[in-house]
């Protein structure tokens, strides 16, 4: 079968904020729920203060960190490659980047037909 296509990646200038993040709050997780204010952005969290449940899928890892993701947003999404990148600028959530005047965004990129066959399986939140 080869090498499973990731749903997630990660951008080199996100790898930096997220390092810096690590050192001053220890392991981390990413959450993408589809929820109010800035919601549809990828949300950095210590690991475990983010309560998941059954509505919650996995869809990799990044950077040694696991991405979560609504299911109602994971319908959404599901044909379609995220990079988890940096900009500048305060979002609106409670996400670690905020105070460092950053925020993490998603990019996007449709799989081609042949991805499509050879995708990274998802998991339940519960299963991890």
Not at 24 to 41: A, W
Not at 74 to 83: G, I, P, R
Not at 93 to 105: A, D, K, T
Request: aromatic share 8%.
């Amino acid at each position: 079968m080869g090498n499973l296509i990731k749903r997630v990646l990660v951008s080199d200038n996100a790898i930096k904020i997220i390092d810096q993040l690590r050192e001053r709050h220890g392991e981390l997780m990413f959450h993408q729920s589809g929820g109010c204010c800035d919601g549809s952005s990828p949300m950095c969290f210590p690991k475990g203060e983010l309560m998941l449940n059954e509505n919650d899928v996995k869809l990799g890892t990044i950077h040694g960190c696991d991405f979560f993701m609504s299911k109602d947003q994971f319908e959404y999404w599901k044909h379609t490659q995220l990079t988890v990148d940096v900009t500048t600028g305060r979002g609106a959530s409670f996400s670690l980047e905020i105070p460092l005047g950053l925020r993490f965004v998603i990019k996007s990129r449709m799989y081609t037909d042949e991805e499509r066959e050879h995708l990274e399986p998802v998991q339940s939140a519960e299963e991890v």
